[in-house]
């Protein structure tokens, strides 16, 4: 059975940092693309960071280019986001989602995701 | 960038009523578009990719349809499992989803 079981939210200060966790199992994690979706308290979903199999290749959502870092261990089967320079609008709960191997795509940063953690939350504030 | 449009942005429909969610971008996307449930408190999960095909294990009154800048999302038979927020996202470019449509039970 596919998991995603993300850690590492909180309560943090705006400027702060904070590093996320997700821990996969039930699949060959080094075969798949991943991403981080976050979505703050009653608003939609936003895409924040995709990191492809082999960490070749990066992209991120223009609100948090320059501040977060998305990595992989692969070994580890361990998916994370490092968060640095926090502000209040990047309260939210951040999932870890799995590129669908299945679904067409016209970009390489977006694709479709089958799967999703259960989320963690992140919280900027004084 | 791409936008995503969703219409309405709330319904609230009978068990039994067939309901559709429009979609729509602001160019062109193919058929690079994908349908999302997401029920109160979960995450979001996949039911259709592609505009049109049903994902794994997604029962069959849900269905996708449309290409170019227009989609829709149908429930044949509404039912009180279906209660939730439901998101398109384009699969065409970054930025890919809606603001979602919020289906209740009347």
């Known amino acids: 059975e596919v998991q995603l079981v993300e850690s590492g939210g909180g309560l943090v200060k705006p400027g702060g940092s904070l590093r996320l966790s997700c821990a996969a199992s039930?699949?060959?994690?080094?075969?798949?693309?991943m991403n981080w979706v976050r979505q703050a308290p009653g608003k939609g979903l936003e895409w924040v960071s995709f990191?492809?199999?082999?960490?070749?290749?990066?992209y991120y959502a223009a609100s948090v280019k320059g501040r977060f870092t998305i990595s992989r261990d692969n070994a580890m089967n361990s998916l994370y986001l490092q968060m640095n320079s926090l502000r209040a609008e990047d309260s939210a709960v951040y999932y870890c989602?799995?590129?669908?191997?299945?679904?067409?795509?016209?970009?390489?940063?977006?694709?479709?995701?089958?799967?999703w953690g259960q989320g963690t939350l992140v919280t900027v504030s004084s | 960038d791409i936008q995503m449009t969703q219409s309405p942005s709330s319904l609230s429909a009978s068990v039994g009523d067939r309901i559709t969610i429009t979609c729509r971008a602001s160019?062109?996307?193919?058929?690079?578009l994908n349908w999302y449930q997401q029920k109160p408190g979960r995450a979001p999960r996949l039911l259709i990719y592609?505009?049109?095909s049903l994902q794994s294990g997604v029962p069959s009154r849900f269905s996708g349809s449309g290409s170019g800048t227009d989609f829709t999302l149908t429930i044949s038979s509404l039912q009180p499992e279906d209660v939730a927020t439901y998101y398109c996202?384009?699969?065409?470019?970054?930025?890919?989803f809606g603001q979602g449509t919020k289906v209740e039970i009347k």
């Open positions: 989602a799995r590129d669908s191997p299945y679904c067409s795509s016209a970009s390489r940063s977006t694709t479709c995701y089958d799967y």
């Open positions: 160019q062109s996307i193919s058929r690079y």
């Open positions: 996202q384009q699969s065409y470019s970054s930025r890919p």
């Open positions: 990191i492809s199999d082999s960490s070749g290749y990066i």
């Open positions: 039930g699949f060959t994690f080094s075969n798949y693309s």
């Open positions: 592609d505009a049109s």
